[in-house]
């Protein structure tokens, strides 16, 4: 047998946009300087792009603002033309790319369902056919005699998600545009998602949400200002979207040196702060998910100092403290000379959702807790790459308990009492 071709496949794929310094606007401006010149700048939105997706697969494209992801997607489609390279889709395509792209804002839902169904491949018989259901699915049927200039950017979202929902492509290239649509709208998507995908679909998808790419996508890509990162598993992919989009690639956040951030009467000062991951390696990022991770500081005693306290506050990004240690409760601290120095390290489990957290070290006085020594205000941060969507702070282990069943009669299965059935996962 021959092997099957893929769905889509890309190879060296290159577009440069150039963008004028100068922009001459009317003929007068023409006439008054005839002779000027604008400057050109290149600006080269994809640098030699290759992968290929698989008949049937969910395939998510992520990246920060300006890393390509549209122009790929508009390159695809046939919108924009490759300055090199060579892309091939086996099969009919349907597109759901920028907000009211193939729409005629003077016309009515009927007549744009009519006109962009047919651009999407379907004949005007099997448009008519399915206006119906497309209208229905958009939940627009009380507004499909009103013209789309009159629609609000959901309701046009709706409208034009629907249509490309029922043009039954085999290839189907989405965009991030589904942000605009409310939260109901949204979970319709995605239920069509789960659909499609049980249909063997091939989807290529565009996203900033990094638990739709877990919860859907079978691979993903990630582009950086042109480039393809990395190309693999969702989660990694999804981790390292987010290592790059909150930390930018700095090896270590600067510390806050204002003198407003800081509390005490320096008789011993916290001159350094750092996380290391589960390896003892200094790290601007971890992960999350219950791996191991240590935050440390070091200080510096410039008057001899006895039992004082050493700990740490943790918070993130909205100032809610999700973290705290100290030695209060575990002795004694021993006795530091001046000029005498030590390292403090508080390791712990890392449960903490995705997100950029800011650490607060501290030294007090013995049995204060609040008698300053030093205290250093969000003096080193790390950001958390737990990719798993979550609303909570804290992404924590658990178990799930389900059962037993009941009897029509209300009784319980005597097969099903002990224990129930029982999963792991995180909440």
Known sequence: MPPVPPAVAVDGVSKTFRLPHERVHTLKERALHPLRRAGVEAFPALKDVSFAVDNGEFFGIVGRNGSGKSTLLKCLAGIYGADRGRIFI???LSTFIELGVGFNND???????MINATMLGLSPREARNRYD??????????????????????????????????????????????????????????????????????????THDMG???????????LERGDVVEVGDPEHVAARYLEINFNRGEVEAPHDESESSRHGDRR?????????DETGARAATVRGAGEHMTFCFRAQFREALTDPLFGVVIADDRGTVVFEASNL??????????????????GFDNVLSSGRYEATPAIAHSGSGSAWIDRRERFATVVVTAARATDAVLDLPFELEIGPKARPGGSSSEEARPGGSRSGGSA
């Open 90 to 92: 086996n099969g009919r």
């Open 329 to 346: 409760l575990r002795g004694a601290s021993g006795t530091f000379a001046a000029g005498e120095e030590t390292t403090v390290r508080i």
């Open 212 to 222: 739709s790419v877990q919860r859907f996508c079978d691979r993903a890509m990630l």
């Open 133 to 206: 259901s497309v209208i229905d699915f958009a939940e627009l049927r009380e507004f499909e005699d009103l013209k789309l200039k009159n629609y609000s950017s959901g309701m046009e979202v709706r409208l034009a998600f629907s249509v490309m929902m029922h043009v039954d492509a085999e290839v189907m290239l989405i965009d991030e545009v589904l942000a605009v649509g409310d939260a109901s709208f949204q979970q319709k998507c995605f239920d069509e998602f789960a659909r499609i995908r049980r249909d063997g679909k091939t989807v290529l998808l565009v």
């Open 107 to 113: 016309l009515p839902a009927r007549d744009n369902v």
């Open 268 to 276: 011993a000062e916290i001159v350094d702060a750092w996380f290391e």
